[in-house]
């Protein structure tokens, strides 16, 4: 790699081989994140990614984190049992929108020839990038022996890395916690084995299973990380602004940074970090961007399933200081989403001429919501 890059960066010019001694050189290249890098043969125009968040990750959230600035998002992650039995609601998962890509669906699984076979429609279904969660701590997946369990097996990590990387023609990702007890180094001695059984990028949560979301994301794991692999390492946990995101891409040297929880209800700090927005918009604005994420997430799950999906978001947009606390909980209570509607343009008039812009302003593909048939999501 010429010096003053990653792996994952794209070079003009051909690469030299060599790498400087700690891999890159990015402490005096301010503005890295919105240069463009790549995973594979797929093209990934910032160094922002959205981050798989079960619950949440659904086609209008990662829409919207297109549009402020991310350069990759991430569906939740997808249980190849469920696909496998073609249960519909997982399924559902597999459809992919326009204006997404480019996109990684997430798999989970122990089984090596039905994580296969889940790629395999993952990448029928559109996805650009197949990820392979061996990082969730919750103990309903674990006890099955996949998520983070498998840092313990990397035996059977590899296995399913391997069979998935034969299965697919597309790049398959990895995205791992540092392991599963507390101050556990796992993933540095499974990490370099994935990368040989065919993982072409690394995204680490540098915390343990156990530490679930407590404490802090220890980066300088993910510094090790990227001096022992010569594929993409993305770092996520606790990038909430851009000074934090460029200050992790430059310490870790890091091919991008991830945001997650920052990102829930609020978009607004995705377009901080991307650098595209100041961060704080004006309550019309929260209630428009709200209103539409709502319209995109009723036209994708249907409108029963919506309503009891949203109730979260309630309150992830209105929080933060923009709304006074009773709003949020006022709405939740509230029984369709046409009385949430009413009562949003109530408290902020002036949000249907946002709202008006906003959708205006959409992409000519944003619109096109399915891709296979409605029935799919019937079955939530
Ligand atoms: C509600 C929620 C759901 C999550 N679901 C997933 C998931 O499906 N797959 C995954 O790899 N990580 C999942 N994560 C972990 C995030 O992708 C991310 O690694 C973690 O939240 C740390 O980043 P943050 O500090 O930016 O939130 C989830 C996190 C949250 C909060």
């Given at each position: 790699m010429p010096p003053g890059t990653v792996a994952g960066d794209i070079v003009a010019a051909p690469s030299n081989g060599k790498r400087s001694a700690r891999g890159?050189?990015?402490?005096?290249?301010?503005?890295?994140?919105?240069t463009p890098w790549s995973i594979g043969s797929v093209e990934i125009p910032t160094r922002l990614v959205l981050a798989p968040m079960?619950?949440?990750?659904v086609q209008a959230f990662r829409r919207q984190g297109r549009r402020y600035g991310a350069g990759l998002v991430c569906s939740e992650m997808v249980s190849c049992a469920g696909l496998s039995h073609r249960n519909e609601r997982t399924l559902g998962y597999l459809r992919i929108g326009a204006e997404e890509h480019p996109l990684a669906v997430q798999i989970f699984g122990a089984e090596p020839a039905l994580m296969a076979e889940a790629a395999r429609m993952v990448e029928a279904a559109g996805a650009d990038l197949v990820d392979i969660n061996f990082?969730?701590?919750v103990r309903k997946v674990t006890?099955?022996?996949?998520?983070?369990?498998?840092l313990d097996e990397p035996y059977r990590a590899a296995a399913i890395l391997e069979a998935v990387a034969e299965a697919v023609d597309v790049p398959v990702c990895v995205k791992m916690r540092r392991?599963?007890?507390?101050?556990?180094?796992?993933a540095l001695n499974v990490g370099p084995q994935l990368v040989e059984a065919g993982a072409a990028s690394l995204t680490l949560h540098p915390r343990s299973a156990q530490q679930m979301?407590?404490?802090?994301?220890?980066?300088s794991l993910t510094a090790e990380l990227v001096e022992l692999v010569d594929v993409p390492v993305v770092a996520s946990g606790d990038i909430t602004s851009r000074g934090r995101a460029e200050s992790v891409l430059a310490e870790t040297g890091c091919a991008a940074v991830m945001v997650g929880r920052v990102a829930q209800g609020n978009p607004w700090a995705v377009g901080e970090i991307a650098g595209i927005v100041d961060g704080t918009p004006s309550r019309e604005e929260v209630v428009a961007e709200l209103l539409h994420f709502m319209r995109d997430t009723v036209a994708e799950m249907g409108e029963q399933r919506a309503t009891g999906f949203l109730k979260k978001f309630y309150g992830w947009y209105l929080g933060r200081g923009r709304f006074p606390k009773p709003f949020a909980n006022e709405l939740v209570r509230l029984e369709t989403i046409e009385q949430v509607e009413e009562r949003l343009l109530a408290a902020a008039p002036g949000a249907s001429d946002v709202l008006a812009h906003l959708e205006a302003d959409l992409?000519?593909?944003?619109?096109?919501?399915?891709?296979?048939?409605?029935s799919i999501y019937a079955g939530g």
């Open positions: 890159y050189d990015s402490l005096h290249m301010p503005g890295r994140l919105n079960a619950g949440v990750s990082g969730c701590p006890k099955t022996g996949a998520g983070a369990s498998l392991g599963v007890e507390n101050g556990s180094r796992t979301y407590t404490g802090t994301a220890d980066h992409p000519a593909g944003e619109n096109v919501v399915l891709d296979l048939p409605v």
